[in-house]
């Protein structure tokens, strides 16, 4: 991928994630929030996901892993934006991300990337701020390149919007809906919507409407 295709999306979810933050609170870059602590709580949710306890059958539940992922990608954006703007350089190392270690055994691969996800955790409490190198390391043993983290963050910003503008703040909003948590319809509404380009944003929040209020 080309560094000027990178940062195109890189932009657009710079933009979005501004917008987001504004509705939550309009001056979020002078709030003090502490976005390397939401980082590492959501490494160990996304491991429970993944999988790690050696006493019991687990099944990586990959497309919530995933989702966990763009959940860490929102916080690290956040507290790049409030350093300044994102430029092309980052937009440069986003664009390297290539799948790691695919000639491995599949156990091997699964514990090179619980490795990735505690040294993301380790580098978010040891530097209380987000790094972007341990972040590939992640996203590259999964692996999850660019424009697969770009499409599920776009729904992914679209559900938390969605979240906001039912109670997410205040307490109303219910996350779980017909016995599945959100992110659950979120991915199926992906599924449907794949081959959409235009007005996907405003698709996927009339199907999240939709669910939520039937």
Known sequence: MSTENALAMLNTMAQMQDEHNALVHPQWRDQGHTYYRAIWVECAEMLDHFGWKWWKKQDADLDQVKLELVDIWHFGLSEML?????????????????????????????????????????????????DLSAFKSAMASLPMQLPELYGMYIGKNILNRFRQNNGYKSGEYRKLWQGREDNEHLVELLE?????????PEKLYAGLEARYTA
């Open 82 to 130: 409030r350093s300044g703007p994102v430029d092309a350089a980052i937009a440069a190392q986003l664009s390297e991300i290539q799948a790691a270690h695919t000639d491995l055994e599949q156990d091997v691969r699964a514990e090179n990337f619980r490795l990735a996800i505690e040294q993301l955790a380790a580098s978010s409490l040891t530097s209380k701020s987000f």
């Open 192 to 200: 449907e919507l794949s081959g959409v380009v235009e007005g996907l």
